[in-house]
């Protein structure tokens, strides 16, 4: 059974960093492409971050751009996402999840394109 689990959130101060880590277990997915996403509330889940398989080609949201960093260690089937210069708008649960299903570097930005998600991780930023 795939198993995807979010840690390192937590509350912060604007302009403090996080890093948020997705631990897969059941199956490895060392050459899984994969993408991070929040959800604030009222809100719908919004696209934040991608790797590819191979770890060469990286995407995010125009909002987050050099602002966040997206890497993975396939040694240990695990992914992180680094945020630095966090923002009030930031504060989310955020989630990591599979790309499943069509191509990846066409439809990284649609949720319903993942499966297998996490449980989702608190990022709460105060101004």
């Known amino acids: 059974q795939v198993q995807l689990v979010e840690s390192g959130g937590g509350l912060v101060q604007a302009g403090g960093s996080l890093r948020l880590s997705c631990t897969t277990s059941?199956?490895?997915?060392?050459?899984?492409?994969m993408g991070w996403f929040r959800q604030a509330p009222g809100k719908e889940r919004e696209f934040v971050a991608a790797?590819?398989?191979?770890?060469?080609?990286?995407y995010y949201q125009d909002s987050v751009e050099g602002r966040f960093d997206i890497s993975r260690d396939s040694t240990r089937n695990t992914w992180y996402l680094q945020m630095t210069s966090l923002k009030p708008e930031d504060t989310a649960v955020y989630y990591c999840?599979?790309?499943?299903?069509?191509?990846?570097?066409?439809?990284?930005?649609?949720?319903?394109?993942?499966?297998?998600w996490g449980q989702g991780t608190q990022v709460t930023v105060s101004s």
């Open positions: 790797i590819g398989g191979s770890g060469g080609y990286t």
């Open positions: 059941g199956r490895a997915f060392s050459n899984a492409d």
């Open positions: 999840a599979v790309h499943s299903f069509g191509t990846f570097r066409l439809n990284y930005m649609y949720w319903r394109s993942y499966q297998h």
